[in-house]
């Protein structure tokens, strides 16, 4: 007995030393798209060109230098003629979809069709808000003599701000100078939470570090998730305490909300005192058209946009009819009520060329 147990520890070690071995000289570690930033937080690797599998359809990740959805460079001086667009959101902005379905590239390929010399660029960034916005036009897109700024406020921007401010520097008015990342002890002891710094427990590091460095248990735990399959949240899960989503608001989601539309209503002056056009939407979320979560946030957009004087869109109202009584996976991915699929991306972008052609925020024709 003690003989073919350590007949079988032998075995295992061997396993384990061939295997680091093999995946030593054979293969890539995988590349995370999202790399840390000391001003933006993070940003999207540049000159990526990945495929993502996190849904049901795998789409290309792709960037360019300045670590946008372009497949080149945006140059610092505009040429002659064009009008210069710059979408600024988050994934759904970025687009969770193939290229040529994607928010942005329709809205540009449908103008130029129309006999307009229009550059649309998508710096769509996962989890930006507008803290992020912020930071980026001010330090990037204002170089880069925009003409147009569209801001997409995605629902999950107040419970994004509200980590972002955490980690913040801020100047002598109050505004945010830069958002430094998180370092790498802290990813991996705590998640970052609405409620702050949760301490992930003992066993889940534990497994997570056996699973990385263990070809046995890795390989295990493949065959495991086969058998029973992973374990998901609920995407329709009530929001955390503090976001805008939730169907009463208290004291938390209310500052929360009113910072967010203050560092959105800078980012505005902002870009009206360079002498940029500006237009403000918002991106609606399935669980709102069904009454599980708030519709409010787009009602909060559209106050804070008639103050400040600037063309908005409220999606949530110009996609209602479209998407109201629909199964989830029509216009939005089946795991994932937050994200727009092909179809989703479709018909936003048509209510936006729509918005655009009759607003005059389009250089005439």
Not at 6 to 19: F, H, N, Q, R
Not at 156 to 162: E, K, L, S
Not at 239 to 248: E, F, H, I, S
Request: glycine content about 4%; aromatic content about 8%; cysteine-free.
């Amino acid at each position: 007995m003690k003989r073919t147990i350590g007949v079988l520890i032998l075995i295992m070690i061997l396993v384990e030393v061939v295997g680091y071995i093999i995946q030593r000289s054979t293969m890539v570690a995988p590349i995370s798209s999202i790399m840390p930033d000391e001003v933006l937080n993070h940003t999207l690797r540049p000159n990526l060109n990945l495929i993502d599998y996190a849904r049901d359809i795998p789409y290309t990740v792709y960037t360019n230098s300045q670590s946008w959805a372009e497949h080149s460079d945006v140059s610092q001086q505009k040429p002659p003629g064009v009008y210069r667009i710059f979408y600024v959101g988050d994934s759904n902005t970025h687009g969770v979809v193939e290229e040529h379905e994607r928010l942005a590239e329709i809205v540009e390929r449908e103008l130029n069709a129309k006999g307009m010399r229009v550059e649309v660029v998508n710096t769509g960034t996962p989890s930006y808000s507008p803290i992020l916005h912020y930071l980026l036009i001010k330090n990037k897109i204002l170089a880069l003599a925009p003409d147009l700024v569209i801001i997409n406020v995605d629902m999950t921007d107040v419970r994004d701000d509200m980590l972002y401010r955490s980690l913040a520097e801020f100047d002598e008015r109050g505004f945010p100078k830069d958002v430094h990342p998180s370092d790498e002890k802290q990813q991996q002891l705590y998640y970052l939470t609405p409620q702050g710094l949760v301490k992930i427990p003992l066993s889940q590091r534990m497994n997570a570090y056996a699973v990385k460095h263990s070809i046995i248990i890795r390989s295990l735990e493949r065959v495991m998730l086969k058998i029973i399959g992973r374990k998901t949240p609920d995407p329709t899960a009530i929001p955390a305490p503090g976001d805008w989503l939730k169907l009463t608001w208290d004291e938390k989601t209310q500052d929360g909300a009113a910072y967010s539309m203050g560092i959105l209503s800078e980012t505005v002056h902002m870009l009206n005192l360079h002498g940029v056009r500006v237009m403000l939407t918002g991106v609606p979320h399935y669980p709102q058209y069904t009454g599980q979560w708030s519709a409010q946030p787009h009602t909060v957009l559209a106050e804070t946009a008639r103050a400040l004087n600037v063309p908005y869109l409220n999606s949530y109202e110009a996609l209602k009819e479209q998407i109201s009584g629909t199964p989830v996976t029509l216009y939005y991915w089946r795991t994932d009520p937050t994200h727009f699929n092909k179809a989703g991306n479709a018909i936003w972008a048509q209510a936006q060329l729509e918005f655009l052609l009759t607003s005059k925020l389009l250089p005439s024709r």
